[in-house]
Every structure is written in C-alpha cells, then in structure tokens.
C-alpha cells in the first residue's frame, strides 16, 4: 500500500524567500514521484516527476525536487518566491499500481 | 492543442436531482479519472477507466455513475443517492500504464440549491 504524507497544510513565506513544501511517501516499490500545482477553480498541473533517473529533479517556474531514498521524502523548493506562487501544492506517488495516491496538499501563501 | 475539457464550470442541483458532468479529452489517452475535492481532503477517486467499455470504483463511487462508450468522453452523474454532492469535481487522463503522470481539467464545481 501507498501512503503520501505532506507536513504542514498551509506554509507561508515573504516574497524573494525560499519556498520548501515537505512530503514524505510510503511504498513497496520503488515508486514514481510528482508534483503538482493547482491555482483556485483550476485543474492540477504537473510540475515535475521523479521516474528513478536523476534524484534531483528540475521543473517548471523555477522549482526542483530532490529524491531521498532514505528519508523517504520528496520535497519542493524554489530558492525565491514570487507572489505568482501562491497556489494549492500536492506531491503524489505512483507505485505498482497506475492509479497515484496524492497527499492531502499544501496551501502556499506569499506575503510581499 | 490538446488537452481535457471539463464542462459546465459550474453546476447547480436541485434536491432527488440527477446531474451529469462532461469530460472530454483529446490527447488520445486511454485511461480516465473522475476526482472529488473537499478542502483540506486532497483528491478521492471516485471512478477510474483504462479502456472503452471498461470502469471500476473508486474510494467513493457510492451515489456516482460513470459510462465509457468512447475513448475520448467519461461523463460521470451524479445521482440522488449521493447525499452531500458538494464538492470541486476534477476529470483527469494519463496514458495507459503504470506510473504515468496525469492531465487535468479545469473542474466542474457542483452546488446544491
């Protein structure tokens, strides 16, 4: 079974600042990792995957992920927030099933 | 270009009412994926389909229906039988396999009256 954790269910930050949104997974297999982002009254829209090549993966608008095996986790950052950031967050695993458990998001808040 | 095109945007329903919301996709995807959003619950699968002719439940299909006549549309009614139907509804797609990553429309969000 499939499990995504993701700590903190808003995470707010001054604009220029670091952006670090956290989540941990559980699985048996090794598993697909992603993430994506939701604007109000809009669908999700992927910002990067992790599929078992690079541990450190680069996505859209400046954000990466890094892959920890060890910690079991796979949180966003962004070394600098802009306001346009400010979004709903949701990291999902995919393992041997197709179907991707998500976490339960992350609300991103940037003060100016 | 292509993409999913979730219709209407927004939705109201009247008490012992059934509502049906449209999804098409033309990204030639096999798979399909109806969503139900609460705040603060992430998403719950309600439906899932890999193929034409061919859907399964979901966590919370109950008070749901779903059709897969044709690759491209996966409507999904909602019926009288689902008792608190308030929510952001999210069609998504992904091509058949696993660990795919998937593509969502713009939902549809659906009150009661």
């Known amino acids: 079974a499939q499990s995504v954790t993701q700590l903190g269910s808003h995470v707010s930050v001054s604009e220029g600042a670091l952006v670090l949104l956290r989540c941990n997974y559980s699985?048996?297999?090794?598993?697909?990792l992603f993430w994506y982002v939701q604007y109000p009254n809009q669908g999700l829209q992927l910002l990067l995957k992790?599929?078992?090549?690079?541990?450190l993966v680069k996505g859209i608008n400046g954000f990466e992920a890094e892959f920890k095996k060890s910690e079991t986790s796979f949180h966003l950052t962004k070394p600098s927030a802009h306001m346009s950031d400010a979004a709903e967050y949701f990291c999902?695993?995919?393992?041997?099933?197709?179907?991707?458990?998500f976490g339960r998001g992350t609300s991103l808040i940037v003060h100016p | 270009d292509g993409g999913i095109t979730q219709s209407p945007k927004y939705l109201f329903r009247k008490e012992g009412q059934n509502v049906t919301l449209s999804c098409e996709q033309n990204?030639?995807?096999?798979?399909m994926y109806w969503y139900r959003q609460d705040p603060g619950q992430g998403l719950r699968l309600i439906y899932y389909?890999?193929?034409?002719?061919?859907?399964q439940k979901g966590d919370i299909a109950e008070g749901y229906s779903v059709s897969r006549e044709k690759k491209e549309s996966f409507p999904l009614t909602v019926t009288s039988a689902q008792k608190n139907p308030t929510a952001f509804y999210l069609c998504?797609?992904?091509?058949?396999?696993?660990?795919?990553?998937?593509?969502f429309g713009d939902g549809t969000r659906l009150s009661i009256l």
């Open positions: 699985s048996s297999v090794p598993p697909y």
């Open positions: 389909s890999q193929i034409v002719n061919d859907f």
């Open positions: 998504a797609s992904s091509i058949e396999g696993n660990r795919r990553p998937q593509h």
């Open positions: 990204l030639n995807h096999d798979a």
């Open positions: 999902a695993s995919s393992g041997g099933s197709y179907i991707p458990t």
């Open positions: 992790y599929t078992s090549a690079a541990t």
